[in-house]
């Protein structure tokens, strides 16, 4: 790969930092990553790749704001700038936000004292009502539902939540509650929530978005795709127009099987004319309820 800079589109971004910079470092056989990346806010990069490739560890590198102090060698740059000691390891107002594949609730609250507890905790209530009591729950929880197929209410116990209203809760409070800028999230796809839905709620707030994900729909929904193998970045890859419109097609698809999913789930017999229906796209309702 040759060195080279890319940039995706501008933004403003939230907690002070408007950019972050990945300059390359190694792979798994020592080979240089010959590369600089900025991302700004706003964007979304994807990362794709075999299972154990090093996806994972590269979102790692970003999680603790890598100095070459890493087993991958990269470096991060914050607006340009190496960040300092208290912003790599200060626990308040981090930088970096993490969604992880698995969120389980171990605390005795409800949504309602989660959110509260949360905004308390960042001393919000001097940025106006939005960001506190009962509009600052009102807005997250509504986010959230529009997310999950099983909607939660305000009362319910985070201990209760399913794993697709657990994500779609965190992905709402972490875009409307948290003032970290980057957001890390792996394989959104297993999460149980609208993924173009998550995408467009955290950039709406002009988050930075990194994505680890094997769903080529979602691939396709960033400005621009890393492809990683043996531990090391080989290509970026720049959403082209013609992936654009793939995306769309594969996201209507993609739609369809979601739908069958929940008629299954409803007791629905799917013994219709499947060709006819992926081809033409007549209704999955009206074939299986006829």
Avoid: W
């Avoid at 340009?80 to 171990?106: K, T, W």
């Avoid at 594969?250 to 999913?261: C, D, H, I, P, Q």
């Amino acid at each position: 790969m040759s060195n080279t800079n890319y940039a995706v589109p501008d933004g403003e971004a939230k907690g002070g930092v408007h950019s972050i910079t990945i300059i390359g470092g190694h792979d798994k056989d020592g080979l240089p990553e010959d590369f600089t990346l900025t991302l700004e806010a706003g964007g979304i990069l994807c990362v794709v790749g075999p299972t154990g490739a090093g996806k994972s560890r590269f979102l790692e590198d970003i999680g603790c704001l890598a100095q070459g102090d890493t087993p991958t060698g990269r470096r991060l740059l914050l607006d340009g700038r190496e960040p300092s000691q208290e912003q790599r390891y200060s626990l308040d107002g981090r930088l970096v936000a993490q969604l992880s594949q698995n969120m389980n609730f171990i605390m005795d609250l409800t949504v309602e004292e989660f959110i509260l507890m949360h905004a308390e905790s960042r001393n919000l209530a001097s940025l106006g009502e939005d960001f506190s009591g009962p509009r600052l729950v009102e807005r997250i929880v509504t986010a959230a539902n529009r997310l999950t197929g099983e909607a939660l209410s305000a009362g319910t116990a985070v201990t209760q939540l399913s794993g697709g209203q657990s994500r779609s809760l965190m992905i709402a409070d972490t875009a409307l509650l948290s003032p970290s800028p980057v957001v890390l999230i792996d394989e959104l796809e297993n999460a149980g929530v609208d993924r173009r839905g998550a995408l467009e709620l955290l950039v709406g707030e002009d988050k930075i978005v990194l994505v680890s994900t094997h769903d080529p729909v979602l691939a396709l929904l960033g400005q621009r795709r890393i492809c990683i193998h043996r531990g090391g970045v080989r290509r970026i890859i720049e959403t082209s127009p013609a992936e654009r419109r793939n995306a769309v097609l594969m996201g209507e698809l993609s739609g369809k099987f979601l739908a069958l999913r929940d008629l299954l789930r409803e007791g629905a017999v799917l013994d219709f004319d499947m060709e006819t229906f992926f081809l033409e796209g007549i209704s999955v309702k009206e074939r299986s309820l006829s």
